[in-house]
């Protein structure tokens, strides 16, 4: 029987993840109580390398169980299966199809780490059959994906996790409390940086490998034909068919910091000009490899947004412990410089000080995986949700376009849309191949 204090507990979650809020701050008696005995049941899509590598995670986590397996590589989804056999003791079910998995009703929830342009068609799919999602970075493959995800979790109540695992790591934690307690004083610009992508990849026509559902693979993007580097990650990561670059694929994870890092009301970027490079805009990996972007929040707070390369004389002058990707916040009484690999400041002790007792917090579990799967099992939001994926990743984007056009972009975060150049609002969307129109 339900005691009053679980009900609050659910209608108050049930409320903010309806809603689509960001518990930026929440207090900690809400969460994790009174579990239902049954595993989660969770169905894995796409089992290449980082589904294998959140495979190996999830079939640690002891609150849940991974029943199936889906990837249109035969070999993959065979491989993953025999993962779960050996950790788990049980054949979970392979499907080379996600609507064959998804139409299965014991799965509540499922992990989803398919090349860049499938993730919201998934995610999208997934809550309408009613599962809870955890999908990998970058969100989507344009705006109008993001913004379609959004309302998709608003309207279904679905959990929504993020892959930007690093919101787990004690230090970066510490650093987002020291920025958002004002150690550094008010924020006043921020600096964001990510591993630069790459050009090459060969278009020479290959046959489709024995054992992949080429179809499925493509699905929403246009049908092109098969080449050795189309179907390997290099392709989904640097080919503008399947995403956008790193600018938005290794761009995710420092930009989810300055995300977090900032207050959860807090006016969305507004302005961005910039330069990007396309080294072989010819060959299959044709998207933006560098980027130097200049972008301004509406509440004055300046973001530089650059690829490694551009960043690292930059940083190196403040920063002694270089990091290939990190994200520094910069306020009058000094800066906090934070990456998953390595943290500094202007003042290192601040990172061994006690915080206050009345000092904010953010929302936070030290283990990503098993994390997700208690918000699954309590409906309780998740501390990488949907709002601030569709931000973090709107910078990618918006970003991009600046770099394309040359000029300054104009956003308007409140209403979504692009004040100026207008005609860039036509560009929100991306041509869908047939059958996938509906996704
Ligand atoms: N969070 C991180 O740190 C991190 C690290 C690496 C990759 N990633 C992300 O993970 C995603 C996958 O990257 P990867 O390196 O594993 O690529 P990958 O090519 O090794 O794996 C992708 C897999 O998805 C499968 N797939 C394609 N279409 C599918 C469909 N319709 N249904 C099910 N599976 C489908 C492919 O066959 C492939 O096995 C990318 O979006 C990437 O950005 C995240």
Same mark, same amino acid.
């Given at each position: 029987?339900?005691?009053?204090?679980?009900?609050?507990?659910?209608?108050?979650?049930?409320?903010?993840?309806?809603?689509?809020?960001?518990?930026?701050?929440?207090?900690?008696?809400?969460?994790?109580?009174?579990?239902?005995?049954?595993?989660?049941?969770?169905?894995?899509?796409?089992?290449?390398?980082?589904?294998?590598?959140?495979?190996?995670?999830?079939?640690? $986590?002891? %609150? =849940?169980?991974?029943?199936?397996?889906?990837? &249109?590589?035969?070999?993959?989804?065979?491989? @993953?299966? *025999?993962? #779960?056999?050996?950790?788990?003791?049980?054949?979970?079910?392979?499907?080379?199809?996600?609507?064959?998995?998804?139409?299965?009703?014991?799965?509540?929830? $499922?992990? %989803? =780490?398919?090349?860049?342009?499938?993730?919201? &068609?998934?995610?999208?799919?997934?809550?309408? @059959?009613? *599962?809870? #999602?955890?999908?990998?970075?970058?969100?989507?493959?344009?705006?109008?994906?993001?913004?379609?995800?959004?309302?998709?979790?608003?309207?279904?109540?679905?959990?929504?996790?993020?892959?930007?695992?690093?919101?787990?790591?004690?230090?970066?934690?510490?650093?987002?409390?020291?920025?958002?307690?004002?150690?550094?004083?008010?924020?006043?610009?921020?600096?964001?940086?990510?591993?630069?992508?790459?050009?090459?990849?060969?278009?020479?026509?290959?046959?489709?490998?024995?054992?992949?559902?080429?179809?499925?693979?493509?699905?929403?993007?246009?049908?092109?034909?098969?080449?050795?580097?189309?179907?390997?990650?290099?392709?989904?990561?640097?080919?503008?068919?399947?995403?956008?670059?790193?600018?938005?694929?290794?761009?995710?994870?420092?930009?989810?910091?300055?995300?977090?890092?900032?207050?959860?009301?807090?006016?969305?970027?507004?302005?961005?000009?910039?330069?990007?490079?396309?080294?072989?805009?010819?060959?299959?990996?044709?998207?933006?490899?560098?980027?130097?972007?200049?972008?301004?929040?509406?509440?004055?707070?300046?973001?530089?947004?650059?690829?490694?390369?551009?960043?690292?004389?930059?940083?190196?002058?403040?920063?002694?412990?270089?990091?290939?990707?990190?994200?520094?916040?910069?306020?009058?009484?000094?800066?906090?410089?934070?990456?998953?690999?390595?943290?500094?400041?202007?003042?290192?002790?601040?990172?061994?000080?006690?915080?206050?007792?009345?000092?904010?917090?953010?929302?936070?579990?030290?283990?990503?995986?098993?994390?997700?799967?208690?918000?699954?099992?309590?409906?309780?939001?998740?501390?990488?949700?949907?709002?601030?994926?569709?931000?973090?990743?709107?910078?990618?984007?918006?970003?991009?376009?600046?770099?394309?056009?040359?000029?300054?972009?104009?956003?308007?975060?409140?209403?979504?849309?692009?004040?100026?150049?207008?005609?860039?609002?036509?560009?929100?969307?991306?041509?869908?191949?047939?059958?996938?129109?509906?996704?």
């Amino acid at each position: 029987m339900k005691t009053k204090l679980q009900i609050s507990r659910r209608n108050f979650l049930g409320a903010m993840i309806a809603a689509g809020v960001a518990p930026q701050f929440v207090p900690a008696r809400v969460f994790g109580q009174n579990a239902p005995s049954k595993k989660i049941q969770l169905g894995h899509i796409g089992n290449g390398g980082q589904g294998t590598g959140l495979l190996r995670n999830f079939l640690s $986590v002891d %609150i =849940a169980t991974s029943v199936a397996v889906c990837d &249109p590589f035969r070999q993959r989804r065979e491989n @993953a299966a *025999k993962l #779960v056999k050996a950790a788990q003791g049980h054949d979970p079910v392979l499907y080379n199809d996600f609507r064959e998995l998804l139409a299965d009703k014991s799965i509540d929830a $499922v992990v %989803i =780490a398919s090349p860049d342009h499938w993730h919201v &068609p998934l995610g999208l799919a997934a809550v309408r @059959a009613g *599962k809870d #999602v955890y999908i990998e970075k970058p969100l989507g493959k344009s705006l109008n994906q993001n913004r379609a995800m959004l309302e998709a979790c608003k309207k279904t109540g679905k959990i929504f996790q993020y892959g930007t695992m690093q919101r787990s790591q004690e230090m970066l934690k510490r650093g987002i409390e020291l920025v958002l307690n004002g150690y550094i004083g008010e924020v006043q610009r921020i600096e964001v940086w990510a591993p630069a992508g790459h050009g090459g990849g060969s278009l020479d026509e290959i046959p489709v490998p024995d054992g992949l559902d080429y179809d499925l693979y493509i699905g929403p993007a246009l049908m092109k034909a098969c080449s050795k580097d189309r179907i390997t990650n290099q392709g989904s990561y640097h080919c503008s068919d399947y995403a956008i670059g790193f600018i938005a694929g290794w761009g995710a994870h420092p930009l989810d910091i300055a995300i977090w890092g900032s207050n959860s009301d807090q006016a969305g970027p507004v302005t961005f000009k910039g330069t990007g490079n396309f080294p072989t805009p010819n060959a299959l990996f044709d998207c933006c490899a560098t980027w130097d972007v200049d972008i301004k929040f509406a509440d004055g707070v300046a973001m530089h947004f650059m690829s490694h390369e551009i960043a690292e004389p930059i940083v190196k002058k403040y920063r002694q412990n270089w990091c290939g990707d990190g994200t520094t916040f910069y306020g009058p009484k000094g800066w906090i410089s934070l990456s998953r690999g390595g943290v500094a400041a202007s003042n290192e002790a601040w990172f061994k000080e006690t915080l206050p007792a009345d000092a904010k917090h953010v929302h936070y579990h030290n283990r990503y995986y098993k994390h997700f799967c208690e918000c699954v099992r309590d409906r309780a939001p998740s501390i990488s949700p949907i709002d601030h994926a569709v931000r973090s990743d709107a910078i990618s984007h918006l970003s991009l376009m600046a770099i394309k056009t040359g000029g300054e972009v104009v956003w308007d975060p409140k209403e979504y849309k692009i004040k100026s150049p207008d005609a860039l609002n036509a560009q929100m969307g991306i041509q869908v191949r047939g059958a996938w129109q509906q996704a």
